[in-house]
Every structure is written in structure tokens, then in C-alpha cells.
């Protein structure tokens, strides 16, 4: 079959999995429906059927998921959303009342509520009585502290049983958490929460990585000592046993000597309006600092126990593993399957050490049913031969979710072919914006290649052209049309509204504009090709980065790729950068093949004029490549925001490459 990027051959992808009728019985999904259509006198036959009728009557779909998946609280009250005509200003269930918190520990048994790896270093295991009792304690020191609601609590942390557990802690108080990765560099630590100015600072005496130790309380004093509103340092043993005494700052204590001796008892959980804050986050920061996303504890409830109940399928018991930080959204969306009385399986440290194998180690060593990872990483462990399928018994899984940029299609066919065929494999997109999805996995739908399956119950999402219309089967942008719970309640520091409005509703007044250039298929799924303010332009064709990611990143000489678009000659020009395999260089041969699979694949217009080797390709802390990084290194602009980098030094890989002169 064709393999362009085209919309033509994209809407005749074959399907690569179908559920059997005993799945789709079985599923959530299906429950629900039925539960619907009798309380509504409907016929939902499928889920098309389901979504539109979700998108028309969104304020009876909302209200009755909320009564469905029992949330704790006093609501849903008489008004199931206010303002509804306004986006932004709409609110919904304004007169409930919940604790996100009560909601993720209604579970008290002995069965396993965290389990933790750091790499081959740490292993543990807490139960669900053992969780409720550690967030009672920890509530109960941060209550005496003085914290309040509306208070901001941030955590430095890996992801450890100690984050969960103080993020529980300030959300049973109605507090408000923000949390990052112990890899920030000061400066980017300060640009998050020198904003936000916590009161109480969680943080690791240090992390494992590759192997290797890696202290940061040295990184730790410094920052904190620009952090004045900060009243106590929180430090949570990972390296050590906590035994030894914290000098580095006076505010310093030891979780274990922070914590009340006996047992915490009945958490008195502060029930909130539904829209109160619970999280605040943060957009990447690359192009100066980052703006803080302020996340309703309500929203993030109803969404992400949608998500997880309808989407993924996650019963009572099911074992979720995502590999994520603490500084990606996926570390929040994560900790929420704990309202679905999950297990979680954390796991923090590198994926790939001892060896690629090492996560779906843990996977089958813990029964995992649900794993969750990045598309760069299943495109290098494809890259590096690995056949789970064969050397892994993965029996208990029934979905693996991808996300942080598109999944190309031949990485659906590895999974299928190396991980498992019967799998739910569910391509996920939506972003820190919304802490959630906008397109996601579907249990009762069929899988087709290179498709995400389905748009989200709820949500009226559609792809717009540039005069605003819907459009079916071409490329637009990704709006949502209508409101939907777990939009950002506001900005931090952003009295007016400005710049939330700025973010979402400039292009398209009214109306969500997400940033994604998409497309909508015939089978009711979507296909991403990259971000809209990186997409290529030369001659005035639009081309979204992606398609050419897929094309270049097939040949084996090439781990990786980043492409930009240059000013030239009154146009734009394709630049394709790429890193290469160990011992491969870049000759003419392979400029030629390179550019040649970029032509077959998808259309002259896609064809870099210029390709270009470099050692490194600079991204983010959760991963994700940045393209508009590049691209202003490459036309002399400061890149205003390098501490939000994981590896910054790679910009200088891009400078005044005489490659570019020409």
C-alpha cells in the first residue's frame, strides 16, 4: 500500500486490530452506553453514535458521567454548567462541592496501591491503607505549618510514592501543587516557582539516572535561597536512608522527622467548589518563561476519570504504568487511575538502562494491564531490534497508549508485530493546555494504522481550514467548539485574561484553538502532523513536521530528526537536520537516499533543500523536540528560555552552520 502522507492513502489505512465481541461486552465503555441510552431513552448503537450524541446534549453527558462514576461530593447541584454560550468564562457544576484528593483514596485495602522502581536501585511497594494513612500524616504536618487553601505547594521530585503522597496531602487541604523534575536547572526551577511562591518545597536528596547517582541538594540550597516565601524544605530520602543530618538550609527537615509519629487517623478532606484550583503547570518555557496553567480540581476529576474509566477501559485492581516525570502532564493524568482504584506502577530512572528491555521488565514482572510510554521511545526500541512479543509474556496487558508526538504508522505495525496483537493500541493527544485529551484510545473501536481512534466523549472537537470551516479528510487545525470541564480555570499572574485568551481563542474568537495541525478521517479518528506554529511553509504549502519524521526516520542510518523551516530568498526553505547512527556519516549517497524516501513517501514539496548531520537534537524535559528552538538559532534569535532544555548545549550544534549560507 502507499505509505504518503496524504490524505487520500491515510483514509485507507487497514485495520491492524478489532476488539472481539466479548471485549467490546466486557468494556466500560459498552456499560455506560447501555446505562445511557436506558436513563435517556436513546439507541446508541456505537460510539459514533455515542460521541455525537456526548457533543449535542454535552451539559446531560457531563451531569450523568458524574452521577455513573460516583464521584464523592456534595453535587452535581441544580446547574450543570454557567456561561455556557462563553469560551472562555464558562463554568461547570458551579454549586458542587468535592476534595480531589477523597476522590483518588477511596480505596483502604491491603492490595497494592504504588509500586516503585528508581532504575535496578529501589523497590517498593505501598498498600492502599498504608497510602491513606501516609497522606493522613503528611496532612496533618502540613496543616500544622499553617497550610491553607489556596496555599501552592511544590515538589522537585522523581517520580517516587512521596510525590503521590504530598501531592495528595495539599490536595486534601485544598491546597495547590506543582511539581517538576529534580533535572531542572536553577533557572528553570525559578521561572516555574518563583512565580507561583510556595510555601512548602518537596525534594529528593537526589535521583538515579543511567546507572548513576546524582545528588542535587547542592542545586537545591541554591535555588532555594531565591525562593523567600518558601517555609520549609521537605527532603525525601531516594540515595539514602535519611539518617544523615540536613545542614544546607535552615528551613530543611527530613520527611520522617516532618511527619507526626502515630498514625494520621480520618483525613479531613476540605471539600472545594468544583472549579477551585488543584494544579498548576507550566508551557514549555522556550520562548521565554513559562506561563503558569492553573488546573480546577473538579475539571481534572471528571475528565481524567472519563479518560480512564471509558478510554482505557481501567477497572477496579488493573496495574497502570506510564512512563513519565514529574514535570510532564502524564505524571498527573497518571496518579489520577488511583480514583479508578488502580494500582500504580511508577518507575523512575532511564528507560534504557541496563538495557531497552528494562520497562517491559517491569511490565511483566508486575502484571501491568495498561503501559503508557513516548513515541520516541518505541521508535528507539524499534530501532534497536527488541521483540517483547518473544522474549516478554505480556499476557495481562490490554492497552499500550503512546503519546508526546505522533505515532508513525510503521511504529503501529512494530507494536502489533513485536509487543502483542491483541492490543488496544491507543495513540493519545492533548497537552499540559488541558491536562488530559483531545483524541484518544477506544476499547470498542477498531485500530487503523497510523490513526488515532477517536475524538473524546464531551468534547466537540473539529479540524477548521483557514476560513473557520469543518473539514473531513484535510489537514487544519484542531479546535474544540464547544466548553469542557478541564479547561484551564485561568493563568497565574494574569489578572485580565489576557493571556489565556491570547493562548486559545485569538485565531478563532469563541472557540479553542489547540495549536495541532490534523486531520479528521473516515473512520471518525485523527492524524497529527505536528505542531501548527512549526508547520513548514515553502511556496505557501502547508506541511505539518511529522510527515517528514516518518519518512527520514525509516532509514536505519538515521536515530533521529528535527526539521525547520528557513527564510530564503524571499520564501521558505526545508532544512532537515539529522543524528546519525554510530560510525555512520553523512555522504552524498545518503543525502540522496534520504531525500529520495521523502519524495516517494509524501510529495517534491516535502523534500528538504538542505540535510544536515548534527550530534545531538535539543528537547525539552518530557522529551518532545523543539522546533521553534531551532528554528530561531538558525536565523541568529536568542533562544530566551534554555533552562527549560534538557540538554540546551545542543543549540550550539545549530549556529552559523555554513551549510546554511548556501
Not at 473557520?468 to 497565574?492: A, D, H, N, Q, S
Not at 531525500?595 to 533543500?609: D, E, F, L, M
Request: net charge negative.
Amino acid at each position: 500500500m502507499p505509505t504518503s502522507g496524504t490524505a487520500a492513502d491515510n483514509s485507507d489505512n487497514p485495520m491492524l486490530w478489532e476488539p472481539s465481541q466479548e471485549q467490546i461486552a466486557e468494556a466500560n465503555m459498552t456499560a455506560f452506553m447501555a446505562w445511557i441510552s436506558e436513563r435517556e431513552s436513546l439507541d446508541l448503537v456505537d460510539y459514533a453514535s455515542f460521541y455525537g450524541w456526548s457533543v449535542d446534549q454535552f451539559e446531560t453527558f457531563w451531569r450523568a458521567f458524574w452521577e455513573w462514576s460516583g464521584i464523592y461530593g456534595e453535587g452535581p447541584g441544580e446547574v450543570t454548567i454557567q456561561n455556557g454560550d462563553q469560551m472562555p468564562g464558562a463554568a461547570f457544576f458551579p454549586d458542587a462541592q468535592i476534595n480531589f484528593a477523597e476522590n483518588l483514596l477511596r480505596r483502604r485495602d491491603d492490595s497494592d496501591a504504588i509500586v516503585f522502581r528508581a532504575e535496578d536501585k529501589v523497590e517498593r511497594r505501598l498498600s492502599h491503607r498504608e497510602l491513606y494513612d501516609q497522606v493522613a500524616r503528611l496532612a496533618k504536618a502540613m496543616k500544622e505549618e499553617g497550610i491553607e487553601p489556596g496555599d501552592r505547594v511544590a515538589g522537585f521530585m522523581p517520580n517516587m510514592p512521596e510525590t503521590v503522597i504530598a501531592m495528595l496531602a495539599t490536595a486534601a487541604l485544598g491546597a495547590i501543587w506543582s511539581s517538576c523534575s529534580p533535572d531542572f536547572g536553577h533557572q528553570g526551577v525559578l521561572d516555574r516557582f518563583g512565580q507561583i511562591e510556595p510555601k512548602v518545597l518537596f525534594v529528593p536528596d537526589g535521583y538515579y539516572y543511567a546507572g548513576k547517582t546524582h545528588p542535587v541538594l547542592d542545586r537545591v540550597k541554591a535555588f532555594a535561597a531565591e525562593l523567600q516565601t518558601v517555609q520549609r524544605i521537605v527532603v525525601c530520602p531516594l540515595l539514602g536512608d535519611g539518617s544523615e543530618p540536613v545542614s544546607f538550609d535552615e528551613r530543611a527537615v527530613w520527611l520522617n522527622d516532618y511527619l507526626p509519629p502515630a498514625p494520621g487517623g480520618e483525613i479531613d478532606f476540605f471539600r472545594q467548589p468544583f472549579n477551585a484550583p488543584l494544579y498548576i503547570m507550566y508551557s514549555s518555557g522556550t520562548t521565554g518563561k513559562p506561563k503558569c496553567i492553573v488546573h480546577g480540581a473538579g475539571g481534572t476529576l471528571i475528565q481524567h476519570l472519563k479518560e480512564h474509566r471509558l478510554h482505557s477501559d481501567l477497572k477496579p485492581g488493573d496495574r497502570v504504568f506510564y512512563f513519565t516525570t514529574c514535570g510532564w502532564m502524564m505524571w498527573n493524568w497518571l496518579v489520577s487511575a488511583l480514583a479508578s482504584e488502580c494500582t500504580l506502577l511508577l518507575y523512575d530512572g532511564s528507560p534504557f538502562h541496563p538495557d531497552g528491555n528494562v520497562l517491559f521488565d517491569y511490565a511483566e514482572a508486575e502484571g501491568a494491564t495498561f503501559f503508557g510510554t513516548s513515541a520516541k521511545y518505541i521508535d528507539a526500541v524499534k530501532k534497536a531490534g527488541l521483540e517483547p512479543k518473544r522474549t516478554h509474556d505480556l499476557s495481562a496487558l490490554r492497552m499500550l497508549a503512546s503519546t508526546g508526538s505522533p505515532l508513525v504508522p510503521e511504529s503501529f505495525d512494530w507494536v502489533y508485530e513485536n509487543v502483542k496483537e491483541d492490543l488496544c493500541l491507543a495513540s493519545i493527544s492533548g497537552g499540559t493546555d488541558i491536562v488530559s485529551c483531545f483524541v484518544l484510545g477506544n476499547p470498542i473501536n477498531p485500530v487503523y494504522r497510523g490513526e488515532i481512534q477517536c475524538r473524546g466523549l464531551g468534547l466537540a472537537v473539529e479540524v477548521w481550514n483557514d476560513e473557520g470551516e469543518p473539514v473531513v479528510e484535510e489537514k487544519g487545525e484542531l479546535v474544540c467548539t464547544k466548553p469542557f470541564p478541564c479547561m484551564p480555570i485561568y493563568f497565574w499572574n494574569d489578572p485580565d485574561g489576557s493571556r489565556y485568551r491570547a493562548a486559545y481563542f485569538e485565531r478563532f474568537p469563541g472557540v479553542w484553538c489547540h495549536g495541532d495541525y490534523v486531520e479528521l478521517t473516515r473512520h471518525g479518528g485523527i492524524i497529527v502532523y505536528g505542531r501548527s506554529d512549526a508547520t513548514l511553509n515553502p511556496g505557501g504549502v502547508r506541511i505539518g513536521t511529522a510527515e517528514i519524521y516518518r519518512q527520514a526516520e525509516q532509514l536505519p542510518e538515521v536515530l533521529e530528526s528535527i526539521v525547520v523551516g528557513q527564510e530564503w530568498d524571499n520564501d521558505v526553505r526545508v532544512v532537515l537536520f539529522v543524528r546519525l547512527a554510530e560510525g555512520v556519516e553523512l555522504t552524498e549517497e545518503l543525502i540522496g537516499r534520504i531525500k529520495s524516501t521523502i519524495r516517494q513517501g509524501t510529495s517534491p514539496r516535502h523534500v528538504p533543500a538542505k540535510v544536515v548531520a548534527v550530534a545531538d537534537i535539543p528537547r525539552t524535559k518530557s522529551g518532545k523536540i523543539v522546533e521553534l528552538a531551532v528554528r530561531d538559532v538558525i536565523h541568529g534569535r536568542p533562544v530566551k528560555n534554555q533552562d527549560a532544555l534538557a540538554n540546551p548545549e545542543a543549540l550550539e550544534l545549530f549556529k552559523n552552520r555554513p551549510e546554511l549560507r548556501e
